[in-house]
């Protein structure tokens, strides 16, 4: 099995993102990760609405950035997304920034969960509930 890219967007930065340095704010890079992240579980979705309807909801539980390229007004970068599952009631993601060049500007590492909206508790099996409610896993994982 040969591993497929990760779920992956453009995002075009705009002038109000930029701190006093003239480069993208600390904070919109954690906004671009989120971004990214919402638009791969809608589109491995496929439109299927059953985590909605069982009440149940991704949630950022961790999150580690690290900077490594400053970004500039104007740019185009590209965000990816990869999950990966394990055991366990928590998930890992894997997102990067990358600049048109090529130059990665930052990767996070993220623990996720699948909530309970209603019991405000984490489900067991984040993947299989994704999988029972008709996600593409594949879009999610890259596999």
């Known amino acids: 099995m040969t591993e497929r890219e990760p779920f992956r967007m453009q995002i075009k930065v705009r002038l109000y993102e930029l701190d006093p340095l003239g480069h993208l704010n600390h904070a919109v890079y954690h906004s671009y ?7 791969a579980f809608d589109q491995a979705s496929g439109g299927s609405t059953a985590l909605r309807e069982a009440h149940v909801a ?5 999150s580690q950035i690290n900077y490594r390229r400053e ?8 965000v990816t997304a ?3 599952f394990g055991t366990g009631k928590s998930f890992q993601m894997e997102q990067n920034i990358v600049k048109a060049d090529g130059v990665l500007a930052a990767d996070l590492a993220l623990t996720l969960g699948l909530m309970h909206l209603e019991r405000r508790k984490l489900v067991e099996d984040p993947r299989g509930w994704f999988e029972r409610a ?5 879009l999610l994982t890259g596999e």
Not at 58 to 62: K, S
Not at 134 to 138: F, H, L, Q, R, T
Request: charged share 30%; hydrophobic share 50%; proline share 4%.
């Open 58 to 62: 991704p949630v950022l539980l961790a």
């Open 134 to 138: 008709g996600y593409d896993i594949s």
């Open 82 to 84: 990869r999950a990966k």
């Open 33 to 39: 990760a989120e971004v990214a992240r919402i638009e």
């Open 71 to 78: 970004i500039v007004l104007g740019e185009t970068v590209e």
